[in-house]
């Protein structure tokens, strides 16, 4: 078993939502405010990045998708160099060059962040089995959203990772909004995870703002991955805020927006730790206060950070 790197203690987890939260809200400030480029938040969904990635152990890789933010924080990424590197600037996780849409950091174990949609899905066939083939530790992790569970590339990697016995669990984070569409008029099932019977691989569906209960079953599933076999996990959550910053939601009937914000993953959980007695206001606003002093120090940090050299534009390319 891969020992695990955090989330042992409910604080460790609202910790890391509060940061994820606080980070994303900055980011779109920041593209209103100042013409900082714009990203696609996971605003909303921190409790399926933070409950999947508190079950992973350090050996473990990820690959992740244009909603990524969240992700890479829970993996424990600088908030100071994602902005650096949202900005286009040198002290970003890929010197300024990936923006929001393709930031890999190797050191996290986050191999890539495709903007494609569904396009991590074949790729982690790819890294499974070079795992497998070469006998290393660490299982894979492929984050993706409800658009890319109605592409081929979806079925085919299944498939591909069935035939194989790779180790890779793959993590539906259904949103409900495919960009700007509903899922419900792009699927008639009502859930994902229903899909991957017919290739032979044993999924289960969870409720993805409830992030005790998605580290519970992510634990569980990944005993399945650690065995050899692939496994789907169906994450049902909601996109709070729009596509892509900016966007005004005006696609989004206001009635069950109002209605998924009732259900915030954040608020829910500072509430829930409330009634048990666990933690109790002052506690969970100073750790709301410290979450939104490192965004800020981050934000000092990307702005003082120099833009790449010219000759940069060369390097890191390949031909």
């Known amino acids: 078993m891969s020992v695990k790197l955090y989330g042992e203690r409910p604080e460790e987890l609202l910790q890391m939502m509060q940061l994820i939260r606080g980070y994303e809200e900055q980011a ?6 100042s013409g900082v480029p714009g990203t696609c938040t996971s605003v909303g969904q921190e409790a399926c990045a933070v409950g999947v990635i508190a079950a992973l152990g350090r050996d473990d890789l990820i690959l992740t998708n ?3 933010a969240g992700h890479l924080l829970a993996r424990g990424a600088d908030p100071g160099r994602l ?3 949202v900005m286009g600037r040198r002290d970003g996780y890929c010197k300024g060059k990936s923006g929001s849409l393709h930031i890999s950091a190797r050191e996290l174990g986050v191999i890539l962040t495709s903007t494609i949609v569904g396009g991590e899905l074949g790729l982690a066939c790819g890294v499974g089995l070079s795992q497998k083939m070469l006998h290393r530790a660490g299982v894979v992790v492929c984050f ?11 079925h085919e990697s299944l498939n591909l990772a069935a035939v194989w016995g790779l ?3 793959f ?22 995870a229903s899909w991957a019977a017919p290739f032979g691989i044993d999924s289960v569906t969870v409720d993805g703002n409830d992030v005790e209960a998605v580290r519970a079953v992510a634990t569980a599933a990944l005993d399945v991955v650690r065995s050899g076999k692939p496994f789907l996990l169906e994450a049902r959550t909601y996109r709070l805020r729009g596509h892509f910053e900016p966007d005004d939601q005006a696609y989004v009937d206001a009635q069950e927006l109002a209605s998924a914000w009732a259900r915030d993953p954040l608020s829910r959980f500072e509430g829930s730790l409330q009634e048990s007695r666990r933690l109790d206001a002052d506690a969970i606003a100073t750790m709301r206060a410290a979450a939104k002093s490192r965004v800020d120090a981050a934000v000092a940090y990307a702005m003082d950070s120099p833009y790449p050299a010219i000759d940069e534009l060369v390097t890191d390319v390949y031909a």
């Open 83 to 85: 902005f650096a590197e």
């Open 144 to 154: 993706f959203g409800d658009g890319a569970a109605c592409e081929g590339r979806f």
């Open 66 to 68: 244009h909603r990524s």
């Open 167 to 169: 180790p890779i669990l």
């Open 28 to 33: 779109a400030a920041l593209q209103a405010e």
């Open 171 to 192: 993590v539906c984070e259904n949103n409900e909004w495919q960009a700007f569409v509903s899922r419900r008029e792009t699927m008639l099932a009502d859930r994902i």
